[in-house]
Every structure is written in C-alpha cells, then in structure tokens.
C-alpha cells in the first residue's frame, strides 16, 4: 500500500469522523457553531481535522519506527477500538449522566479502554494525552471568541469529557495509521 493511499485513507477517516461527532453533538443541542453561518466555514473544520488524522497516522509510524516497536497487524483489534470509540461519541451525546463528573469519569474509562485494545505502548499513552490535552486548548480558545459553545461548559468553555474523547479520537486514528503502514510493510515483504 502506497504511502498516498494511506494519507487518503486517513484524510477521509478524520474528516468523516469530524462530520459525524460535530453534526451528532450539534443535533443533540451539546455544541453550538456560531460563525459558522456559511457550509464553506463548517467544511473547512472537517478538512482541517482530516489533514490532523493523516499528521497522527504519520506520526505513530514514525513513533513505531523510532521507537522500534514491533506490532503485529491486528485489523480485529483495530474494529474493536473503532467500535467503541463510536459507541464512546454516541454516549457522550446521547446519554444522559447525574452530573458532569460522573459522565467525565465513565468516559474517560471507555478512552482508556479503547486505547488499551488498541495501541498499549506508552509512547502511543504520552501521545495521546498530548494531542488531547492541545486540541482542548484549541477548543477552549474556539469557545472563548465565541465561534462555538457547549452547552453546560464546565472546563474553561469546554465540556469536562472532551479530553477523553479527544484521547480516544488520537488512539484510534493513530492505530489505524499503525495498521495501514503495517499492511503496507507485509505488502512489500510479499514482493521480495
């Protein structure tokens, strides 16, 4: 598999995952866009977090690399972290909790549980807490000028589960950039 493949792959997963997790919170009335008045504003969003899932894809082969962490490709782990990640983005919508820290503590559970199925390297831990902890930042300046809003912020402008939820977002793209560079590796192996 091509490096190009992969990019696109990864391009086209973020950028459906942020379609899905942004329009299933805006439905569910726990964030609102405000100057996002134009689809051209949205799209821009969604393209952005499809070139970020390709930079993480990147980065946990070149972390693998690095490192020299030797993973075995596991396409039946890979489908386990995905489904409980979509069932973590579901949760964090759809259910409801007695309070907030309630709803932050089951979450981040669940994010360490997808991490666990997925990835258990550290590197890929410290990774992820990293990413998470930035892309909060990110959103908490996005809330503070006012281009969106949660409703119940409880963290700064911010629900107090995104973190987990952004962690669980950076395991899961980063372990599906791992499996396409692993398939990719076993590809060549079969050539020679």
Avoid at 92 to 112: G, P, Q, R, Y
Avoid at 140 to 168: C, E, I, M, N
Avoid at 180 to 185: E, M, Y
Wanted: glycine residues 8%; charged residues 10%; aromatic residues 10%.
């Amino acid at each position: 598999m091509h490096i190009i493949t992969q990019m696109i792959i990864l391009y086209f997963a973020g950028f459906l995952a942020s379609v899905g997790v942004i329009s299933l919170h805006v439905r569910y009335s726990i964030l609102s866009i405000h100057k996002a008045s134009h689809m051209d504003d949205q799209i821009i969003v969604h393209v952005i977090c499809g070139l970020y899932a390709c930079a993480m894809g990147a980065i946990y082969q070149f972390m693998d690399n690095a490192l020299q962490i030797h993973q075995e490709s596991d396409l039946a782990s890979f489908v386990r972290q995905l489904t409980i990640f979509i069932g973590l983005v579901m949760a964090s919508a759809k259910f409801e909790f007695e309070s907030n820290a309630e709803m932050s503590i089951t979450l981040a559970f669940i994010a360490l549980l997808v991490w666990g199925i997925g990835d258990r390297t550290g590197a890929g831990f410290a990774f992820c807490v990293t990413q998470a902890f930035l892309l909060t930042l990110v959103t908490q300046v996005l809330a503070s000028y006012g281009v969106l809003s949660y409703k119940d912020a409880d963290l700064v402008g911010v629900r107090s589960w995104l973190p987990s939820l952004l962690f669980a977002g950076c395991a899961t793209t980063g372990n599906l950039g791992r499996q396409l560079g692993l398939i990719a590796k076993h590809q060549e192996k079969k050539k020679w």
